[in-house]
């Protein structure tokens, strides 16, 4: 037999600090903040990005829900966000927030091909890729 995937539901990322967290990636990367209750009955805490089905699940370092990652710790991350912003405005976007572009643009190669990318980190230290398609 062969599991065919179809698509990532969610991804959790470890966090110091969870509003610092949800405030940068509504300010810096256009995110919504979601809140959620879970089945354990917990209040947990995501992000929404774009208008997609698609989510970044927030656990504090301090206290990881579990089941959790063998080492869930901040700043572990390396994440890559296809955008389509032009790449000139994002760049602009990041100056007057004064977010530091550590590398790019630079070319890579994306899942559907060639990209043209940026890097940054959030407030953890995770490596955020936003890339534009060629």
């Known amino acids: 037999m062969t599991i065919h995937l179809e698509r990532l539901d969610h991804l959790v990322l470890t966090v110091a600090d969870i509003q610092r967290t949800c405030d940068f990636y509504v300010s ?44 869930p710790q901040p700043g572990s991350a390396d994440l890559c966000f296809i955008t389509s912003t032009p790449l000139d405005s994002v760049t602009a976007h990041f100056a007057a927030l004064n977010v530091s572009i550590l590398e790019g643009p630079v070319q890579r190669t994306g899942t559907l091909g060639p990209i043209l990318s940026v890097y940054i980190r959030d407030p953890d230290g995770n490596l955020i890729e936003v890339a534009s398609t060629l």
């Open 28 to 71: 810096v990367l256009g995110c919504q903040v979601l809140h959620f209750d879970s089945s354990d009955g917990s209040s947990r805490v995501a992000l929404r990005i774009g208008n997609h089905a698609q989510k970044i699940t927030l656990h504090p370092a301090a206290h990881p829900f579990l089941p959790a990652a063998k080492v």
